[in-house]
């Protein structure tokens, strides 16, 4: 259940979508959670910021995360991973402070912090001891408006980003299919291009470029403060305006990209590569976002995902790990946190002597039995069981429920709609799962993709 | 209602089984303790409690001691495979029925097999804690090794080596750990390989499993909605039935063999390096100054000297750092960063600029005063913030054979560390000649 799929810069930090339990909200000020339950505070400051506040008082620890409506596919034509490059120029110096400044002070205290940046978010984040939250606020509201940029910084970040792509892309041969997969499966969509960018535009992006998009979109009101851990609610109304409540409000762009045209062909994407022994399979399609599917769409295709390949009771696991022998891992990842329609994506490795041919035909055809005859009572009842009990679990870490709400916010979600995600889910029928896989997963508007070893490799010497 | 998780008054603790921890010293003590009990049941197994019902769930971490150093000469990746099979059948449940029933109660069990420990984990919501402490129990006391799973397992596991067996950086972790510690235990693969696979039986893995799954070597940390009384009930019920002894290979102290250099040319874009300096063991009395000059040189993610050096001023990396690798029979400081190609004779010319400057100067009174309130601020941050998370810490407390009270008498020993003691663990450390593996292009006038 965790998704790290779209987020291109995470140490140590996880982003999880699950399901919540029914919560109250308070505007400005907290109510009392229904019993077993989590109160979550909600409110707007005057220039717009909005502010979420998950008290959990169980060690004096507090994780401050900002999100930014604004992500990688928002990147201009041409400039591919400005959004990822100006998260890392966010650490260097303001008009007030030298670089290193801020993170001095989340030192002293033993605080730890980072930064990652999506397709459609990105978000800054410490954790650190309440006495240190006032600092952390007016330091992250410094830097939301008073980042200097030397070109001698740029040229050192940019060497650093270009490296990150060697590490996280290049060094892998799964990634770099992943890559060119989503370049095959958005035709027109800005998803089409790596979060961290093509490395011919990466090289060329300068001051300039990362001014534009700082002073385009790095706005209060177009951010998301959210405050999880051991804080009070009501004292923090006044800090918050004190903070970041003066910085004045941006005319901000529409946020409107490119949609993607009827697609109506069956695409294959293979790589060979001589880091592969064993080769592997995926499937794409393009799937939905809670904002642009029908009511309860996104739910489907959750449960969709869990009764298909998620874990070991699912129809893949037990269908060709278990009793066919053929596969040795099955997945199946969907992610409707998004602002556009996310991807929806199968995956098999061969196991023993299987051919990937037998895997890919298997996988068709277990998708083609919850078409034609969609999904059982009793298996769609364990499945939302499953997806329910994780809220209880990620309820467990404040970092982890900081990211949940601050990944529904910015993806055009409300707290409200957050919080009644598990009744969602419980209302979902099976003839639903079924109309969901017959609506999107269509072979004819699919993406294979292939992980070759070299023709003449013997496989696993 | 005592609920531990929350700060307790100091004098609150009722008896001495609890130990109160303070998370942070800037707060006034009052606001910052967490109470860990040590509970005890009437047949000597112990746990350390966390008591709290803010979230309605129940985490327990345990551990056996006795990792992949178990693994038979030749057998190598058996107790790996027998820790994976102990959720594929057990008692009267078949593989199938075992999942369906762990499905069914909407628990999550972990286990994993690592060098020196088997380690597990148990989440439950709490309205079902009892029916999975009775799935856990089986899984733990009565593991079936069928056949079937045994062989589908195993299989699994050949196909994701086998997949690794061209990959530059999977294959350099099993040189490395091959050439820095020869003959040892601690240089087989943890998962063994298709060879030492195929050679398992069921019945090696029963007998494993009765040498290593014992009361003796059993640590274990409880975190979540519990009180003491229902945990010892559930600790006999879980664990009540295993041997009361285990029976393991005694494994030799080792030091890791420095002084080589190990080549491992592939064409990559970039170049892995890792180094390895001579490590300091918990029990040292020089410990926590090479803990802080570890802290100093690279172990902190934004604050290192390595870290403004390779990466801040010169941009030569996405990520550097240092870390103290503390092994039961073992210890290690080592280095590990991914640089361009064309630049790594840089890059590692740097590293060694910075070691020489730690060995000989050591480090400045404000560097070393900013290290500590950093590990000591963070303590709670980094590793008591959840359930889970401050479940975890507590097992690894105690597979370290170190006391309840570790946290706080910590706090003390860090403070008591002086500029001076840096710069002799540094001496000690840093002045050896490293073994140092490059991956990727062959460097052009390379060191080694």
């Known amino acids: 259940m965790m998704h790290v799929g779209r987020v291109s810069r995470i140490r140590g930090f996880v982003l999880v979508m699950v399901a919540l339990q029914p919560l109250m909200t308070g505007h400005a000020a907290a109510v009392d959670a229904p019993s077993g339950g989590t109160e979550v505070g909600n409110f707007m400051l005057s220039n717009g910021m909005q502010v979420v506040v998950i008290p959990d008082h169980r060690v004096p620890v507090v994780t401050q995360l900002i999100m930014y409506k604004v992500g990688a596919a928002d990147d201009p034509p041409g400039k591919s991973g400005i959004a990822h490059f100006l998260e890392h120029l966010m650490f260097k110096a303001t008009k007030q402070h030298p670089a290193g400044e801020f993170k001095a002070k989340i030192a002293e205290v033993g605080g730890r912090q980072n930064a990652f940046t999506s397709s459609d978010y990105t978000g800054y984040y410490q954790v650190v001891t309440p006495e240190a939250l006032s600092t952390m606020m007016e330091f992250e509201a410094d830097r939301m408006r008073n980042v200097v940029l030397s070109d001698a910084v740029i040229m050192s970040e940019r060497n650093v980003i270009l490296e990150e792509r060697r590490s996280r892309i290049e060094a892998s041969p799964q990634a770099l299919l992943d890559e060119e997969t989503r370049a095959t499966l958005y035709q027109n969509h800005p998803y089409r291009v790596p979060m961290i960018g093509w490395m011919h535009e990466m090289e060329q992006l300068d001051r300039g470029d990362a001014m534009a998009f700082y002073d385009r979109y790095y706005a209060p009101n177009n951010a998301i403060l959210v405050l999880a851990g051991d804080v009070d609610i009501a004292a923090l109304g006044e800090l918050a305006e004190e903070t970041y409540g003066t910085i004045p409000r941006r005319e901000l762009p529409p946020r409107v990209r490119p949609q993607e045209p009827e697609q109506n062909t069956k695409r294959t994407v293979a790589l060979t590569d001589p880091r592969v022994t064993v080769p592997s399979f995926e499937k794409s399609w393009v799937g939905a976002s809670f904002r642009t599917a029908e009511a309860g769409e996104i739910e489907a295709l959750e449960l969709l995902a869990e009764t298909l390949g998620r874990g070991p009771r699912s129809r893949f696991y037990q269908e060709l790990v278990v009793k066919r022998g053929i596969a040795s891992s099955v997945d199946a990842d969907f992610d409707g946190d998004s602002l556009d329609a996310s991807s929806f994506t199968v995956s098999a490795s061969p196991r023993g002597d299987a051919k990937i041919e037998t895997v890919e035909d298997a996988i068709d055809a277990e998708i083609r039995k919850i078409v034609e005859a969609g999904v059982t009572d009793v298996e769609l009842e364990s499945a939302k069981n499953r997806l329910v009990r994780s809220w209880t679990f990620v309820r467990d870490s404040q970092t982890e429920m900081a990211a949940l709400y601050g990944t529904a916010l910015a993806t055009g979600r409300t707290v409200q709609d957050v919080q009644n995600w598990p009744e969602r889910i419980r209302a979902v029928t099976p003839k639903e799962v079924q109309a969901v896989a017959i609506k999107y997963l269509k072979s004819e508007r699919s993406v294979a993709g292939y992980l070759l070893p070299p023709e003449d490799a013997s496989s696993g010497d | ?448």
Do not use: C
């Open chain 2, 1 to 448: 209602m005592m609920n531990m998780f929350h700060r307790l008054p100091l004098g609150a603790a009722k008896s001495l089984l609890v130990v109160l921890v303070f998370l942070s010293p800037a707060a006034t003590p009052a606001r910052a303790a967490m109470a860990i009990q040590q509970v005890e049941t009437t047949s000597g197994i112990k746990a350390w409690l966390v008591e709290d019902y803010t979230v309605p769930m129940v985490t327990i971490q345990f551990a056996f001691r006795g990792g992949s150093t178990q693994d038979p000469p030749g057998r190598e990746g058996s107790v790996n495979l027998m820790s994976e099979l102990l959720l594929e059948g057990a008692g009267d449940l078949d593989s199938d029925a075992f999942r369906q029933q762990l499905d069914d109660i909407g628990a999550e069990i972990g286990l994993s097999a690592g060098l020196d420990a088997v380690q597990g984990s148990l989440q439950v919501p709490v309205d079902r804690k009892d029916d999975a402490f009775d799935l856990l129990r089986l899984a733990i006391e009565r593991p079936r090794f069928d056949q079937a799973p045994m062989d589908r397992v195993r299989a699994q596991i050949v196909t994701g080596i086998t997949a690794k067996a061209k990959d530059p950086l999977a294959v350099s972790n099993v040189v490395w750990m091959k050439e820095i510690y020869g003959d040892h235990p601690y240089s087989r693969p943890v998962q063994g390989s298709p060879e030492s696979l195929a050679a398992a039986t069921t019945s090696d893995l029963k007998a494993l499993h009765n040498r290593v799954f014992a009361r003796s070597n059993l640590v274990i940390a409880v975190t979540g909605a519990i009180d003491a009384d229902a945990l010892k009930s559930a600790m006999d019920q879980i664990f009540g039935r295993l041997p009361a002894e285990s029976s393991l290979m005694p494994v030799s102290e080792t030091a890791p063999k420095l002084a080589q250099f190990i080549s491992l040319p592939y064409d990559l874009p970039q170049n892995e390096l890792l180094l390895a300096y001579p490590g300091v063991s918990l029990k040292d009395p020089q410990f926590f100054a090479a803990y802080l000059m570890n802290h100093i040189l690279g172990g902190d993610a934004f604050m290192s000297r390595l870290w403004n050096e390779v990466r801040e001023k010169r941009g030569l990396t996405y990520g550097i750092n240092s870390y103290l690798e503390l092994g039961d029979h073992a210890s290690a400081l080592l280095i590990r960063t991914a640089t361009r190609a064309d630049r790594a004779g840089e890059t590692l010319s740097i590293i060694d600029t910075e070691i020489k400057r730690m060995a000989d100067e050591g480090v400045t009174e404000e560097e070393l005063e900013m290290a500590k309130e950093t590990v000591i601020g963070g303590y709670a941050i980094h590793n008591l913030t959840s359930s889970v998370q401050t479940a975890n810490t507590l097992v690894g407390i105690q597979l370290k054979n170190l006391d309840i009270d570790f946290i706080d008498e910590r706090q003390g020993l860090i403070e008591a560390v002086t500029v001076e003691d840096i710069s002799s663990a540094a001496k000690r450390l840093l002045s050896a000649k490293p073994a140092l593996m490059i991956v990727g292009p062959p460097l052009e006038g390379k060191k080694g």
